[in-house]
């Protein structure tokens, strides 16, 4: 366009068009190509040449769901690092960052106090109780099913609503950002990387991609450490720049990565995000799936054998999926469109509860079975009515007016998890001194105070009655095969095989059952001996030296890092 003196005029510019949109580049897209190859070679190619040398197996259960129970220290903690600090973290906490400040990083310095009381404290107990994974301790310290079942399906569900859902929305919107693809494509393409090798490789394949992917997370954090920008504020903005309405603190490192960064450390930056994405989903099905079938699946058929756990666990890992991209929407539109605080809502409404009831199954011999279910049923009712008036009544919008009922609109959620948490532990201690005590049995090696008790060998399965023997082909009686129960007691010891291999097996097949844990195999493997019983944490006066000093250094950052900031 032209003026009346012959000047062309400048374009008109949107006014709602704050950044200018910006992709990566075929350097970034290099980069990033190269970094999942060498993931895949780790999780595929490098870890079963490793396996074979360390012995740790995952075609049974103990090998896929606890990499046989002997892993090397620096790679666990590595993996609980980066299965801590995931997608949800970075895209999660620098949105909120973004959008109140400093104060939300109190989550993560909380989060030190944790790791370190895990270490230092709860995990001795663990140990000396022998339990695998939670709902298991609360099996053993109170014995029943209930307590234990309604917490496996209760972390199912948190799993699901506040890190499968979340992570993958989070890797999502990165993608998104950067390549403007579609967001539910976006997702596939995350799943489709991330659930090959936690399928094939159980935990041991989680733990040392965890490993690798530390040190990216680390040096990428570090590298965008110091820079900021603004984003919008008017919600009209907001569906403009994001696709979100309630707003856009989300993209905030996405931003960061696209606007700032120059070409091949931006893909670095998204090979960083998707690491993060990965190792934290991995974590998660692997728990999921571990949690499922030894908590819930044992229950319902007691005498599963080792194929049918791991063809189990395996195809949960899919419904999991499933089940979680159809909650994302809900994700997308909760808390104002800040994904931390959706986070920190869901944990506050369900965890306190079971949080009293594992801290005083810890410490106080005398909770019993009843006083815990019913404080746990109680908390957890109070919260699922909570998250459900959360749903219902979102948090309006800038330009709106707040209708949302009094128990919504003026208890913040913290306020409300200690609510919750003072319900349980009143409803806990009642009702544990109104009924019997519990046995010693019960709090055997369980609590902080009998943790040194003596080891008792644990109980056999008894057998049993024989089943009636079934005729074979040429009129013969022939023994009915028992080898199912004797794979529960001898679960990890031994390896019976109840199927033959198939001469002529075709590539497809072989596949479908490598993907399942159930490679045949031509020789059968000879009962290896029983494995020793690990029922102490204990180190060298050297080690534990040196893991104090570090305990006390970590507490004093942490207590600084309070301070500073308060």
């Given at each position: 366009?032209e ?6 005029q ?5 006014p709602l ?12 897209i ?6 999942f ?10 870890l079963?040449?490793?396996q ?8 049974t ?6 990499a046989g ?10 993996s ?7 997608s949800g973290h970075?895209?999660?906490?620098a949105g ?9 990083a ?23 109780g ?5 709902p298991?301790?609360?099996?053993k310290r ?11 399906v ?7 609503f ?15 950002q ?10 596939v393409?995350?799943l489709?990387?991330?659930?090959l ?17 530390t040190?990216?997370m ?14 919008c504020?008017?919600?009209?903005i ?6 979100n ?67 189990v ?13 159809l ?5 997308q ?7 931390f605080?959706y986070?920190?809502?869901i944990?506050s409404?369900?965890?306190p509860?079971v ?5 005083l ?5 005398r ?5 815990a279910?019913?404080g ?9 009515i909570?998250?459900?008036l ?32 003072g319900a ?5 201690c ?21 943790r040194?008790?003596?080891?008792v060998?644990?109980?056999?399965v008894?057998?049993g009655?024989?089943?009636?023997p ?22 990890n010891?031994?390896?019976?095989h109840?199927?033959?291999a198939?001469p002529?097996?075709?590539k497809?097949?072989?596949v479908?059952l ?6 045949n195999k ?22 534990k ?6 305990c006390?250094v970590c507490?004093?950052c ?9």
């Amino acid at each position: 366009m032209e003026s009346g003196d012959g000047r062309a005029q400048p374009p008109h510019s949107d006014p709602l068009e704050p950044f200018p949109r910006k992709s990566l580049e075929p350097g970034d897209i290099a980069v990033l190509v190269l970094y999942f190859l060498f993931v895949l070679a780790v999780g595929l190619w490098l870890l079963p040449s490793f396996q074979s040398t360390v012995k740790t197996k995952t075609d049974t259960v103990k090998g896929y769901f606890l990499a046989g129970g002997d892993m090397v220290w620096w790679p666990v903690g590595a993996s609980l690092f980066a299965s801590n600090i995931g997608s949800g973290h970075f895209i999660g906490l620098a949105g909120s960052g973004a959008s109140v400040g400093i104060s939300v990083a109190a989550y993560e310095f909380n989060g030190l106090f944790s790791v370190l009381m895990l270490s230092w404290v709860f995990l001795p107990i663990y140990i000396a109780g022998q339990v695998t994974t939670m709902p298991e301790y609360l099996r053993k310290r109170f014995g029943g099913s209930r307590i234990s079942i309604t917490l496996a399906v209760l972390y199912l569900f948190i799993y699901i609503f506040t890190k499968i859902s979340v992570d993958m929305y989070a890797g999502a919107i990165f993608i998104q950002q950067s390549l403007d693809l579609d967001l539910y494509l976006a997702i596939v393409g995350l799943l489709a990387i991330t659930a090959l090798y936690t399928t094939a490789g159980g935990l041991v394949a989680v733990i040392y991609t965890d490993a690798l992917q530390t040190g990216i997370m680390l040096i990428g954090a570090f590298t965008l450490m110091g820079y900021n920008q603004v984003a919008c504020a008017h919600p009209e903005i907001c569906q403009k720049v994001c696709g979100n309405p309630s707003g856009c603190s989300d993209i905030a490192y996405p931003k960061l990565v696209l606007e700032l960064l120059p070409t091949g450390l931006r893909g670095l930056m998204m090979a960083v995000m998707v690491a993060a994405l990965m190792s934290s989903l991995t974590s998660i099905f692997n728990s999921a799936s571990t949690i499922f079938t030894m908590d819930l699946w044992n229950h319902i058929r007691p005498r599963a054998s080792e194929r049918e756990l791991m063809v189990v666990g395996r195809v949960f890992v899919i419904l999991l999926v499933l089940v979680s991209i159809l909650w994302i929407p809900v994700v997308q539109a909760s808390q104002g469109g800040q994904l931390f605080v959706y986070i920190q809502s869901i944990s506050s409404y369900l965890q306190p509860p079971v949080a009293v009831v594992f801290i005083l199954g810890c410490f106080w011999n005398r909770a019993n079975e009843k006083g815990a279910f019913s404080g746990l049923i109680l908390g957890l009712l109070l919260g699922v009515i909570r998250l459900v008036l959360d749903f219902i009544y979102p948090q309006p919008r800038c330009d709106q007016p707040d209708e949302r009922p009094a128990v919504v609109k003026y208890i913040h959620y913290l306020y409300f998890s200690m609510v919750l948490s003072g319900a349980t532990l009143i409803t806990v201690c009642a009702m544990s001194c109104l009924t019997e005590p519990p046995s010693k049995e019960k709090v055997h090696g369980l609590t902080w105070f009998t943790r040194h008790d003596p080891v008792v060998q644990k109980e056999q399965v008894p057998p049993g009655p024989p089943l009636p023997p079934t005729a074979s082909q040429n009129g013969a009686p022939e023994a009915t095969s028992t080898n199912v129960q004797f794979e529960i007691v001898q679960e990890n010891t031994s390896k019976t095989h109840t199927y033959d291999a198939t001469p002529k097996q075709s590539k497809v097949a072989g596949v479908i059952l490598w993907l399942c844990g159930m490679e045949n195999k031509s020789k059968e493997v000879p009962p290896s001996k029983a494995e020793p019983v690990l029922t102490s944490s204990e180190e060298s006066p050297l080690v534990k030296t040196l893991l104090d000093i570090n305990c006390i250094v970590c507490i004093t950052c942490a207590i600084f890092l309070w301070g500073y900031f308060a």
